[in-house]
């Protein structure tokens, strides 16, 4: 809905310009921002790293799982000849692995949605920078992200479309 109220008063304010000088015509770009980036180099390898730190993440949670299926399976073995203070140490240590494993895994997951943020606002500086730089060179007055259906119709006789002209210039 954001989208929508900024795309509405750009579009009103353009257009009550345009009406200010009716032989002055205002252009403008749009593309996918998201096709835009995964067009660029550095995306794959980007992807790659995240694919690797995920990766990393996932065997150190696996080894943490069945570093507490093993203790909790010597627990249950011997949990009927255990005196009642060595039952209760074990439950605790149980739980208080379990406590740990569970917190491991939002604090990766908190890490990992981090690292591939950071990872990514370098491609979209780099992107943004090329945007502004072709809307310069094109004279275009704004560029429309056209992803999230947030433009389901714009008419190619008053806007560019630069895709393919974004996409040659982050090659």
Not at 80 to 108: A, V
């Amino acid at each position: 809905m954001k989208r929508f109220l900024v795309l509405l008063v750009a579009f009103v304010s353009l257009n009550a310009f345009a009406q200010g000088d009716a032989t002055s015509s205002i252009k403008f770009g749009y593309l996918s921002y998201q096709a835009a980036i995964q067009s660029m180099n550095d995306y794959s390898l980007v992807q790659q790293q995240m694919a690797d730190l995920k990766a990393k993440y996932q065997a150190e949670a696996k080894r943490v799982e069945d570093e507490f299926n093993r203790k909790y399976e010597e627990f249950l073995d011997g949990q009927r000849d255990f005196p009642k203070s060595i039952l209760q140490k074990r439950q605790s240590e149980l739980q208080e692995l379990m406590q740990q494993n569970i917190l491991f895994k939002n604090k990766s997951t908190k890490e990992l949605e981090a690292a591939e943020k950071e990872a990514m606002n370098a491609l979209k500086t780099r992107l943004n920078e090329t945007l502004s730089a072709i809307a310069q060179q094109r004279g275009l007055a704004l560029i429309i992200n056209t992803d999230s259906d947030a433009c389901p119709f714009i008419n190619p006789a008053l806007g560019e479309d630069i895709n393919e002209i974004v996409k040659d210039a982050l090659k």
